[in-house]
């Protein structure tokens, strides 16, 4: 049984990837709004999908994953959670990360310590589990997410565009995911253009103003439209607070970009030699190092380096082994 929490494309990945291999059910839990009846309504979906499991596969460390990791424990089935990082971010500056209150704090300690895997992106990820949640440890395995390199290809010749991308649907997630930074670095590289996908209207208003006119800002756009952008652009900036490893940054570099990054999480490891690693706080040698990637070759090596590191089957032949080791011991114990 996986538990969704979203559409989004890294979950239904994920999806398509246990179908290939295991029967699959999917419990949805990403009703808008909550109430007692909701909560319930979620509960029971969430109790005939253990009971109809051998393994619940949650995203996110959150309060749904608390409940099949407890269900799971309850009915003798095995649970697998996997951390995004909010749930072990401690950010009380800008009011971000699960971290910041202590009841939630207990849940996602809960959660990860009951859960019999638990799955991050990055080795980062996993030392603020156990740093900042106060998790165990050892039940925690590092699988990178996989990207597919036929889908993120590059295409034609590059336009001096410098881009970024981060789903920004509440103010907070601007200065978390750097966008602020990002501005900053546009009005001091006036000859290039600059564009923002992911900002949704709601939110524009949080973005830094005035705006420099060599910038676009975009709302969420869907997976093929990003790719064309991806393609169009020079250069992909990840100028985040905290990161884990994006997704977006991985897809941009298979697609050629250059990548500029700052040394947070695991995006430094990702980019490598193949692009730059840039401290966000001195924005004037962030836009000093946007000039030189402008006119750097490396982004051939960019998308050999995600090819060679991150890959889709890589992650599903680990998540595929994980599942049969669980159920074998689930087998041994019920014997």
């Known amino acids: 049984m996986v538990v969704r929490p979203s559409k989004a494309t890294f979950i239904e990945e994920d999806i398509e990837l ?58 003798l089935k095995k649970s697998i959670v996997v951390v995004g990082g909010y749930e072990v971010a401690r950010l009380p500056d800008i009011g971000y990360g699960k971290l910041i209150d202590p009841r939630e704090t207990r849940q996602v300690r809960y959660t990860l310590d ?48 410098v881009m970024t991308a981060a789903i ?3 103010a907070k997630r601007v200065k978390v995911k750097g966008i602020d930074v990002f501005v ?4 001091r590289v006036p000859h290039a253009s600059f564009e923002v996908v992911g ?37 992909y900036c990840q100028l985040s607070m ?33 692009g730059f690693v840039v401290r966000r706080e001195d924005i004037d040698a962030v836009a000093d190092t946007v000039m030189r990637a402008l006119v750097s070759d490396s982004g051939r090596a960019a998308r050999k380096r995600i090819v060679a590191v991150y890959s889709k089957a890589g992650r599903e032949e680990a998540i595929v082994g994980i599942i049969n080791g669980l159920v074998s011991k689930k087998n041994k114990s019920v014997d």
């Not at 019999?116 to 589990?129: G, H, P, Q």
């Not at 740093?131 to 290809?153: Q, V, W």
């Not at 250059?258 to 990702?270: I, Q, Y």
């Open 168 to 170: 920004c649907e509440e």
């Open 18 to 75: 246990l179908r290939k291999h295991f029967d699959v059910r999917t419990v949805d839990v990403f009703e808008k709004g909550r109430s007692l009846q909701k909560s319930a309504k979620v509960l029971l979906r969430l109790l005939r999908g253990v009971i109809w499991a051998d393994v619940t596969y949650s995203w996110f460390a959150e309060i749904y994953a608390l409940w099949a990791v407890r269900l799971s424990r309850l009915l």
């Open 114 to 161: 009951r859960a019999n895997t638990v799955l991050t992106v990055s080795d980062s990820l996993k030392r603020e589990a156990v740093d900042s949640a106060g998790a165990r440890g050892d039940n925690i395995l590092t699988l990178p997410t996989g990207f597919d390199p036929e889908r993120f290809s590059p295409s034609g010749e590059k336009d001096t565009v």
């Open 242 to 274: 905290r990161e884990g490893l994006p997704n977006a940054l991985c897809e941009a570099m298979l697609c050629e970009c250059v990548p500029v990054v700052s040394d947070v999480g695991a995006m430094p490891e990702a980019v490598g030699d193949t």
């Open 184 to 187: 900053e670095v546009a009005r």
């Open 199 to 235: 900002i949704a209207d709601h939110v524009r208003d949080d973005v830094p103003h005035p705006i420099p006119e060599n910038i676009k800002l975009f709302p969420p756009l869907p997976q093929e439209e990003m790719i064309e952008h991806y393609r169009s652009a020079k250069v």
